[in-house]
Every structure is written in C-alpha cells, then in structure tokens.
C-alpha cells in the first residue's frame, strides 16, 4: 500500500511498488482519459527551493490532468521563507491546504527532515547533490519502455556521479534488478561517491567497472545515460570551468555504439550531448521527459489512495 507514504529515497519504493507504478503509468498512457477526473478535489503542493524545468510544471501538469488543482512556489523569496519561517512550519501550513507536496530543496535530507512534521505525503523532488527519486521513476519507465527489461543491462553513467543526484537515486533503484552491471564514466574528481559504492554496490555485489573515457566502454553499453557538470553544487567556478566540459556527445562518438543503445539524460542538458543527436533513433531523453509526466500522475493516484 502506498497510500499516505512519503517518498524520500529511490529504495523507499520496493520492485514490486515500482512495477504497480509502471502498469498504472502504462494504463493512463493508454486511457487518459480515464484519469481525467480521478483527482477531482485534491490539492497538489509544489514548494521549489531550487530552481526547475521539468520537475515542477511536469508535478503540476500530472496533477492537471487528473482533474485536480495545485498551489506552491518556485522561488522561496515570494513566501514568508523570506522572513525567516522554517522548513517545518512551512509544511504543517501548506499541508493544511494541500493534500500531497513535492518538495526540492538544495539540502541533503530537507525532505526526510520535512516529512517528520508534514500532515500530508511528502514526494522528494531533488534534494542538493543527494536523491531525485522520481526523476528515477521517469528514468527505469524509459528503459523498460525501450529494452522491455529491467534486468541483464549494462548501464554507462555519464559525466557528474559525484553531485548528480539523479545517478545516485537510479544506482540505488537499478542495484535491485538482476545482472545488471554498471559502468561509471566520469572525471576523477566527480566520480560516484564512496559511500554509494561501499554501502549500495559492494556490499550487494553488483558489478562495476570506473573508466574516465566513454570512448572506452561505449560499444558495450546497453544504456547511455549522460548528466550535466553541476555547476551549482561547485564550491570553486575554476573547478567547474575545468570539469564542465568533461563529455560532450556526439555522431562521431556514437559510431561504435550498439544500434539498439538506448541515450538517457535527466534533463536539463548544457553541452553534454550535441543537438544533431536528438535525431538520432538512439536517443530517448525527451520520451524520458514525458514519461516523467505520466509516472507522477501514476505516484499521485498510489500516494492518495485515490484507485
Ligand atoms: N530533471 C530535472 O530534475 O529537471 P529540472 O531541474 O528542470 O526539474
């Protein structure tokens, strides 16, 4: 039952959960109009801490098209944040308004710590360099949709593994998945935590492979999943300046790649993936966009109750 649960962390959802999910996503795919109205009289809380594209306004857009209405900010400043009101006050209050909200806040563990006073199911949507379990939703949905699998894949990460908070959620959600192996792409200075590999990796025993070159390893990818430098959670701009430009893809690059490589990225993109490979038949970052939208539609319904 996920009905009145928080969701906090990629593993809070078992594979079972994960999968009810997925069947449900692929049902309002298939019949919209179906949900049209499910969430008729429900409030969706979109409070942003942080900056957002796709997160927000895909949270609001699921919550529309289940016939609800939704409320929040994407800037702190305009609400009483601004003088000085704490997260936990700010949650009890808004959670008297709305019946569910998603929350993205720059730091590690904000919603954990959020979801402790809030009245209301709490959806992490991005905390600092730590979780970003629904982006993981939209992501593992891609892939099934693309492979028809979830296990026996070999999965290149590319680029931040260090501060990119989608990687350490989708390592943690994938790890669950049988035979599948993990290759880590990155610069020395971002690569995968050590706690991650320690506590997610090793001590399960998934197999993984840290290599610096994509042109190394891309001919034995099943997935390619590239991420953006993020500049924000640098302390120093040399560094970023530097690093930022680590990986850049492009057709030359993907020459050696397999015909059915399937090329994710979270989104938003900088200069990791040159635009002449959105038309390549590989690449699936904006279907991965959609599926977000229709995967928090799937969340919203499982985390009111309201199926
Ligand atoms: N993928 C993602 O989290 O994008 P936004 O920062 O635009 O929400």
């Known amino acids: 039952m996920l009905k009145g649960r928080h969701l906090i962390d990629s593993q809070d959802l078992t594979v079972r959960e994960l999968k009810s999910i997925f069947d449900l996503t692929t049902e309002i795919i298939n019949r919209p109009k179906d949900f049209s109205y499910i969430c008729d009289g429900k409030i969706l809380g979109t409070l942003f801490y942080e900056p957002s594209t796709r997160t927000k306004f895909s949270f609001e857009a699921a919550m529309l098209r289940l016939g609800g209405k939704i409320l929040g900010f994407s800037e702190p400043g305009s609400s009483s944040v601004s003088k000085g009101e704490n997260l936990p006050d700010t949650l009890r209050t808004v959670g008297t308004y709305a019946d569910i909200i998603a929350l993205r806040h720059p730091k590690e563990g904000a919603p954990r710590y959020g979801a402790m006073y809030s009245p209301v199911p709490i959806i992490n949507a991005g905390d600092g360099g730590h ?11 891609t892939i099934l949709q693309v492979k028809e699998r979830l296990d026996n894949l070999t999965i290149g990460l590319c680029g931040d593994l260090k501060f990119g908070r989608t ?17 880590l792409i990155s610069p020395k200075e971002l690569k995968v935590p ?3 590999k320690i506590e997610v990796l090793e001590s399960k025993g998934i197999e993984y492979l840290e290599v610096e070159k994509l042109e190394d390893v891309i001919d034995i990818l099943d997935v390619l999943y590239m991420t953006r430098v993020q500049k924000e959670r640098f302390f120093n701009e040399a560094d970023y300046i530097r690093l930022k430009d ?30 002449e490979v959105d038309d390549d038949k590989r690449a699936y970052y904006f279907q991965q966009v959609k599926n977000g939208m229709y995967v928090r539609m799937a969340l919203i319904i499982k985390l009111l109750g309201v199926d």
């Open 131 to 141: 979780q970003h379990p629904t982006q993981t939703l939209a992501d593992i949905y």
């Open 246 to 275: 680590s990986y850049i893809l492009d057709l030359k690059k993907l020459e050696p790649a397999k015909e059915d490589l399937a090329i994710l990225h979270p989104l938003p993109r900088v200069n990791e993936i040159k635009m």
């Open 167 to 183: 990687v350490h959620s989708l390592i943690k959600a994938m790890t669950r998945y049988d035979n599948v192996k993990l290759v």
């Open 194 to 196: 050590e706690n991650i």
